[in-house]
């Protein structure tokens, strides 16, 4: 028996020694899976299987510290809704079948339990990672939430998660700014809305453009870094738009905390946009965005899904991403 324990000890070593290397925090909740618009919809269950399913096949699962999503409360929503909003998603999913609120965003019986799971996620991730129970975390929840405004919800999203953690970062934990970061192919006209009047908020984005939801481009000031990509931009026009606007922004502002909204759907095998980036960018940025916490946050980074259609992409693309943050 202490030959076994002799023979166990180092493991045990170097198993801590990863999860503190790693030490992310890997947030979500079976209640986000009841969220259904439809059986042909790329917003789908399925989309956090696939995000599973590679974490696992990689090993990099066991390195995570895994956590359940709360429920967001009504006073994490109202930071950055207004009530009455709130009250609309809430009654929304009370009927039987589904409520259409927008061509392509649906209410279902499992929306507002998702919703809430997702937003919790957030504030959750927030929580962890300022009390140092994490360095950083993601957020696996659906549905996305960068597209909902202060008063409307609108492409696939009801909450706006990202807005909701990062007003917590500044309401409930003091801190006076924070910075946004956004690669989905999609523009986050949600976040911009919510925190583009708010001198605490850097947002630093890049999106496909002329796209949905048509806008992005108007909104430039050096708060709100918003960089439009052409369609069939891959990796080297990320990498450029990334180096050449918001590291500069972000070393300017010296953000206390960042967030994420961590969108795979610019990946060149998702055909939701038609930009072309791959798994090696999406780790290339996960980088960028680490070197910058580290220096100016104190390595604090909560990122939340946001896009990413193509499963088996998704599921690659999010790997890559995470295990970015434990190879610094
Ligand atoms: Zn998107």
């Not at 259409?100 to 996620?121: K, S, W």
């Not at 998660?161 to 956004?182: C, E, Q, S």
């Not at 919510?194 to 048509?214: A, K, N």
């Amino acid at each position: 028996m202490p030959q076994a324990r002799q023979e166990q000890h180092p493991r045990t070593i170097i198993h801590r020694f990863r999860q503190r290397v790693l030490a992310t925090a890997f947030i979500t909740h079976p209640a986000c899976l009841l969220h259904d618009m439809g059986p042909s919809h790329p917003e789908c269950p399925a989309r956090l299987h696939a995000i599973d399913d590679q974490l696992i096949a990689s090993g990099l699962s066991n390195y995570l510290v895994h956590a359940e999503a709360p429920l967001a409360g009504r006073e994490h929503l109202l930071r950055v809704h207004e009530a009455g909003h709130i009250s609309m998603i809430e009654a929304g999913g009370a009927g039987a079948g589904r409520l259409q609120l927008d061509p392509e965003t649906a209410m279902c019986a499992g929306t507002l339990p998702a919703a809430l799971r997702a937003a919790g996620a957030g504030v959750l991730a927030t929580d962890m990672v300022m009390t140092g129970v994490a360095d950083t975390a993601f957020c696996s929840v659906r549905p996305p939430g960068h597209h909902a405004e202060r008063n409307r919800a609108m492409g696939f999203c009801f909450f706006n998660n990202v807005a909701i953690a990062a007003a917590h970062a500044l309401d409930h934990h003091g801190l006076k700014r924070v910075a946004i970061a956004d690669f989905d192919v999609h523009h986050g006209n949600g976040t911009a809305d919510i925190f583009g009047t708010d001198e605490r908020v850097l947002m630093v984005s890049t999106f496909q453009h002329p796209f949905y939801p048509y806008c992005g481009t108007e909104i430039r000031s050096p708060r709100m870094v918003n960089i439009p990509l052409a369609a069939h931009s891959g990796g080297a026009e990320f990498r450029a738009a990334v180096k050449d606007h918001w590291l500069p922004a972000l070393e300017k502002f010296k953000p206390e905390m960042l967030f994420v909204s961590a969108g795979f759907d610019g990946h060149r095998d998702d055909d939701m946009g038609m930009l072309k980036l791959v798994e090696a960018d999406y780790a290339w940025v996960a980088q960028q965005l680490k070197t910058i916490a580290d220096v100016y946050s104190k390595g604090r980074i909560v990122s939340m899904l946001e896009g990413g259609y193509e499963l088996h992409a998704l599921g690659r693309s999010v790997t890559a991403y995470l295990k970015s943050f434990g190879e610094i």
